[in-house]
T-cell receptor, first 111, second 117 residues
Framework: QKEVEQDPGPLSVPEGAIVSLNCTYSNSAFQYFMWYRQYSRKGPELLMY????GNKEDGRFTAQVDKSSKYISLFIRDSQPSDSATYLC???????????FGKGTSLLVTP | GAVVSQHPSWVICKSGTSVKIECRSL??????MFWYRQFPKQSLMLMAT?????????EQGVEKDKFLINHASLTLSTLTVTSAHPEDSSFYIC?????????????FGDGTRLSIL
């Protein structure tokens, strides 16, 4: 079993929809959780960074962490075509340490 | 914001040659840099952790004699793929941890696409 599981999609939604992305993990030692956006042939761009359980909101993005269920989510409100990309979840035991990535979910927002 | 530059962004070479990839932190110092590899439709997999002035730590299954890592300064780490073969074709991405803010998320480069013919 991989440490981080993420449905690769693809996920296609109409513009303006609410997008829900999620990951599950098996290592209870993970405490730091991140969501990255990756465009084709580019490096990952950090979207959200959270520590332990709870919610964090930044503009149209909301990250949720449920450590009891080992489940994290990213919600995108009012999705735009420019949000079309691959979204990667990542996590680590300690901040600043090497990351364990999910496989990434490919998102397409259609006009 | 903190910028990590990778060079080259894309390289094509013949089987058997060696290829060097550079990872530079442009506006901060990085005592630690990480090298990841990403195959198509796969996640980023950590290859090695590079610490300035010391030997790199390689993940299980990564051949240290094939993937040579040098981190001679606080702003530069290099990955050399020696005697590259077609199965080494992949997307190589580095990230760097800010020496001043080590607990903040790593900063990623834009990756190097390596194609071995």
């Amino acid at each position: 079993q991989k440490e981080v599981e993420q449905d690769p999609g693809p996920l296609s939604v109409p513009e303006g929809a609410i997008v829900s992305l999620n990951c599950t993990y098996s290592n209870s030692a993970f405490q730091y959780f991140m969501w990255y956006r990756q465009y084709s042939r580019k490096g990952p761009e950090l979207l959200m960074y959270t520590y332990s359980s709870g919610n964090k909101e930044d503009g149209r993005f909301t990250a949720q962490v449920d450590k009891s269920s080992k489940y994290i989510s990213l919600f995108i409100r009012d999705s735009q075509p420019s949000d079309s990309a691959t979204y990667l979840c990542a996590m680590s035991r300690n901040s600043g340490y090497a990351l364990n990535f999910g496989k990434g979910t490919s998102l397409l927002v259609t006009p | 914001g903190a910028v990590v530059s990778q060079h080259p962004s894309w390289v094509i070479c013949k089987s058997g040659t060696s290829v060097k990839i550079e990872c530079r932190s442009l506006d901060f110092q990085a005592t630690t840099m990480f090298w990841y590899r990403q195959f198509p439709k796969q996640s980023l997999m950590l290859m090695a952790t590079s610490n300035e002035g010391s030997k790199a730590t390689y993940e299980q299954g990564v051949e240290k004699d094939k993937f040579l890592i040098n981190h001679a300064s606080l702003t530069l780490s290099t990955l050399t793929v020696t005697s590259a073969h077609p199965e080494d074709s992949s997307f190589y991405i580095c990230s760097a941890r800010d020496r001043v803010e080590p607990n903040q998320p790593q900063h990623f480069g834009d990756g190097t696409r390596l194609s071995i013919l």
